[in-house]
């Protein structure tokens, strides 16, 4: 079975750009969710999708959106970068319903904001 | 405000010897300890995990010890090997349905020959 895939996998941006960042979970699993990990803040939760809603979201600002797809794909979207945005972007991808909680990361993409 | 608390840092074991990671949390709320394992350039992978009705479990050379009264779960790594070396992340997840993780600050875990 294939395991979560994200692209690109390496992001340089200039701040002030906007970037659409790409997740495709794992077959069958309904939940996505983002996670920003940074040297400074570790890992921090973005927010979750289930059934093409957001069902969680963390501390982040209104510049952090995301979307899935009927697919159950998901793209995080973060818009008027600044240079505190440089970090790498996780999405895991998670069954819910009968095996709660298991997630499953990508390997991330590394976005720099120069 | 840090909800989950985890130490040390960093670690150094020799290979063959135990390696012990400590994590505390403060939401009682919280019902799912899983742990990730993450080596350089990839993203965590699910270690192992835990519910607070289990007091401990065991899968392979890795151990969860639970005590739920003091809120406090560790990682135990038997027989460590330079493959281990990566770094360690705690988590917990509040609530069914909910698949919010919060996690650990992380520890760097070293296998010395």
Redesign the interface.
């Given at each position: 079975k294939a395991g979560?895939t994200q692209t690109p996998r390496y992001l340089i941006k200039t701040r002030g750009q906007q970037v659409t960042l790409s997740c495709s979970p794992i077959s069958g699993h309904r939940?996505v969710?983002w996670?920003q990990q940074t040297p400074g803040q570790?890992?921090?939760?973005l927010f979750?999708y289930?059934s093409e809603t957001q069902?969680?979201k963390?501390n982040f600002p209104g510049r952090f959106s995301g979307r899935q797809f009927s697919n159950s794909r998901s793209e995080m979207n973060v818009s008027t970068l600044e240079l505190g945005d440089s970090a790498l972007y996780?999405c895991?991808s998670?069954l819910?319903?009968t095996v709660?909680?298991?997630?499953?990361?990508?390997?991330?993409t590394r976005l720099t904001v120069t | 405000q840090q909800q989950v608390k985890q130490s040390p840092q960093s670690l150094i074991v020799q290979k063959g010897g135990i390696s012990i990671i400590n994590c505390a949390y403060e939401n009682t709320a919280f019902d799912y300890f899983p742990w990730y394992q993450q080596f350089p350039g990839k993203g965590p992978a699910l270690l192992i995990a835990i519910r607070p009705d289990v007091s401990e479990k065991k899968e392979g050379r890795f151990t969860i010890s639970f005590n739920k009264s003091a809120k406090q779960f560790s990682l135990h790594i038997m027989d460590s090997q330079p493959g281990d070396s990566a770094t360690y992340f705690c988590a917990a997840i509040a609530n069914f349905g909910n698949e919010k993780l919060t996690f650990g600050t992380g520890t760097r875990l070293t296998i010395i020959p």
């Open positions: 979560v939940s969710s996670y570790g890992l921090q939760f979750e289930f069902r969680n963390g996780l895991a998670s819910t319903g709660p909680h298991e997630q499953y990361f990508g390997p991330g | -």
